[in-house]
């Protein structure tokens, strides 16, 4: 039996805003950080926020760096936005790299806790491309909805969801394709 009897969306789904993709459908999207409209280009949070918010996300997984003096400081953080309705939950990676991976299994750990406690999680970083791909990839392989060699597929076919950037390959580098095709089912 699957995770909290969860099922993989169908990758012909959109995602809940232009810029993010399902994992499973209402209650687990990923995608970009939501400040941000593109590369560059940032957006005032509140458009991309209430977006999310309107479609029941209540908990936030953040893997920037977007603490002041962090690498990703240059982000338009949107705490001030969601504080009331919503959780925060950092657990900063730097970008283009991957996590240990006792940092991943914690990272796993609490997706997993939110999503058992009925909160609908959304998980980003900046582009919504590296980090956030690569946890995406190992979450599904700990919970046996794919095989590890599978994962990358799998991912690119959630990934066209993301009506912006589900093009682009994710994970981003090397490094973390490798690090998704080497987790292990309930690890």
């Known amino acids: 039996v699957a995770f909290l009897d969860l099922e993989l969306a169908s990758g012909s789904t959109p995602g809940p805003t232009h810029r993010s993709y399902w994992v499973v459908e209402g209650r687990f999207a990923a995608g970009a950080y939501p400040g941000k409209a593109g590369?560059?280009?940032?957006?005032?949070?509140?458009?991309?926020i209430?977006?999310?918010?309107?479609?029941?996300?209540?908990?936030?997984?953040?893997?920037?760096?977007?603490e002041p003096g962090g690498g990703d400081s240059h982000l338009t953080r949107y705490d001030d936005d969601v504080s009331a309705s919503a959780i925060i939950d950092r657990h900063p990676i730097v970008d283009v790299s991957i996590p240990a991976v006792d940092q991943l299994?914690?990272?796993?750990?609490?997706?997993?806790?939110?999503?058992?406690?009925?909160h609908n999680v959304y998980a980003h970083c900046w582009g919504g491309i590296g980090r956030t791909g690569t946890l995406v990839g190992c979450w599904m392989v700990r919970h046996d909805l794919v095989a590890p060699s599978d994962a990358i597929h799998v991912l690119e076919q959630l990934r066209r969801g993301d009506r912006g950037a589900g093009h682009r390959r994710s994970p981003e580098t090397t490094q973390q394709r490798d690090f998704v095709g080497a987790w292990a089912a309930g690890q």
Do not use: K, M, Q, Y
């Open 105 to 118: 299994a914690r990272i796993l750990d609490a997706t997993d806790e939110h999503l058992a406690a009925g």
């Open 50 to 66: 209430a977006e999310l918010l309107s479609v029941g996300i209540d908990c936030f997984i953040n893997l920037t760096e977007d």
């Open 39 to 48: 590369r560059g280009d940032l957006e005032h949070a509140p458009d991309v």
